[in-house]
């Protein structure tokens, strides 16, 4: 969280015990800063922080949005906080961790503590979604280290933090696009970039609406965002990959898989590489 804000907006959910894994993986799905969890009477509560950048029914829509696939957990209060001091309790919460077989993702306040063998990612834990803390962005990057190639160029649609695109530069990508369609994220993103030595100029950053507009074809395309947007972007996937070309696809739950594939077999796109973690689904497709 940042300290410049004077105070942060909440909204609180509720779950039976069992959903426990799910509600902890709200925040980030939903945009969150950050969040506490309590636990009492067979019910767990998660109360989750949004930046003031955003008015309250902003927030409030989109976790909306993201709960269609979590029945049985509820919003059930919401408000203000007045900004507190718990900046190292939160930093604590971050520790370095490493993801696949070659990175390791670090908030800023760890730089000097990297594995010689991992390559380090520096994220900023904002409210960006795609710490590299969920297990979506974990599965996206672990598919990404095994298969990208040196000098391919790429795109990243819905990029959040940017730290798939940072991960595909540590990996000698070549032309790099990158769109987000919250203009608020392109901040973030470019902070990310000048934690990590990326100059503006070596990625095509722009506001974008999924493939909208986008008129590049490229070796490697990678979303980690939800099913929704996913399934209508994937028509247009095809068009986006040149010959060879693979696309990424994560941000997607297990109980989705089969209405996944499907869609993609009607775009034309078989799968050649997935990765489950936890409740979360990932794969790597490329035309047939």
Not at 41 to 69: A, C, F, M, P, Q
Not at 110 to 124: A, K
Not at 155 to 183: C, E, M, N, W
Not at 259 to 282: C, M, P, Q, S, V
Request: overall charge negative.
């Amino acid at each position: 969280m940042t300290g410049a804000d004077s105070f942060w907006w909440y909204i609180t959910l509720e779950g039976g015990s069992e959903q426990e894994e799910a509600l902890s993986s709200l925040a980030d799905l939903s945009g969150g800063i950050g969040s506490e969890e309590h636990e009492g009477s067979g019910k767990i509560r998660l109360r989750i922080y949004y930046r003031t950048s955003h008015d309250l029914g902003y927030w409030l829509e989109l976790l909306n949005h993201v709960l269609e696939s979590f029945p049985g957990i509820s919003v059930v209060d919401m408000g203000k906080i007045e900004n507190r001091q718990w900046h190292t309790e939160w930093k604590e919460a971050f520790p370095p961790l490493p993801v696949g077989e070659k990175f390791v993702v670090l908030a800023p306040w760890h730089r000097g503590s990297e594995p010689n063998d991992r390559i380090p990612l520096y994220i900023y834990p904002g409210s960006a979604f795609g710490t590299g803390y969920h297990e979506s962005t974990q599965i996206a990057l672990t598919l990404l280290e095994r298969h990208m190639k040196p000098h391919w160029n790429i795109a990243d649609i819905g990029t959040g933090s940017g730290i798939l695109f940072i991960g595909a530069i540590r990996l000698g990508a070549g032309k790099v696009y990158a769109r987000d369609l919250d203009p608020a994220v392109l901040n973030e993103v470019l902070n990310n970039m000048e934690l990590n030595g990326i100059y503006k100029e070596e990625v095509d950053l722009k506001e974008g609406n999924l493939l909208q507009g986008f008129d590049h074809t490229v070796n490697l395309l990678m979303a980690n965002i939800i099913i929704e947007p996913l399934m209508s972007m994937i028509p247009d996937v095809p068009h986006a990959l040149c010959d060879g070309g693979i696309a990424i696809f994560s941000g997607l739950l297990t109980k989705e898989k089969d209405t996944f594939i499907e869609t993609l077999n009607k775009a034309g796109l078989k799968i050649i590489d997935e990765l489950e973690r936890n409740d979360w689904w990932g794969v790597a497709v490329t035309k047939k």
